[in-house]
């Protein structure tokens, strides 16, 4: 195991928002040097801001270079990074839109080892990110924290979720039970990459 490492991992399909958001969760971390990427790049070459070459010989930076025309969904190509953890201690999934609080790597681990602590052996911390203006970031960010809320079955029998305040954030000192995982936000222990990977034949539907 490699201590301490954090394996990233970010499904990119033609997002604007992926370089940002990179250079976002380096310039916040704690300890940078930590960080190992895993990134399926789903790309366009008609997109010129899609372009990671600043990151190519960064050795933290695994890189799944994939033609947009090629992929076939978001479990797939998370699927396909996830053939890139190489034993990080921990891992954080994201989507490849993002912005982070200072110390972001140092809070999350000292939450997973706050809750080992009592008692649960394979802590994952998971939910809906509150949303963010790129535009207008920071004083755009959306500040009170979500959770997953169940919202309906559609008639193909589909679950839909909604995101939904904390009401009691302000007062709370540790994570609350969850009852959804979202691709969206997960960050827990390493090993949850090889012990509950991502199905590439499962279809995101939202």
Known sequence: MKKNKIFIQIASYR??????TLRDCISKAKNPKNLVFGI?????TE?????L??????????IVDINYKDSKGA??????????????EYTMQLDSHHRFVENWDEELINMIKLLQSKGYPKPLLTGYVSSFDPDNDPDGRVMQPWK???DRFIPEGAVFFLPATID???????????RFYSAHFAFTLGQFVKEVPHDPEYYFHG
């Not at 997002?15 to 940002?20: F, M």
């Not at 479990?75 to 953890?85: E, I, K, P, V």
């Open 15 to 20: 997002d604007p928002q992926l370089l940002p």
């Open 40 to 44: 399926a790049w789903q790309h366009s």
């Open 47 to 51: 997109d010129a801001w899609d372009n």
């Open 53 to 62: 070459d600043e990151f190519k010989g960064d050795k933290r930076f695994r």
């Open 75 to 88: 479990c797939w190509a998370r699927n396909q990074l996830q053939q890139t953890y190489k034993d990080e």
């Open 148 to 150: 997953m809320n169940f």
């Open 168 to 178: 009691d954030y302000q007062s709370r000192t540790e994570p609350i039970p969850a």
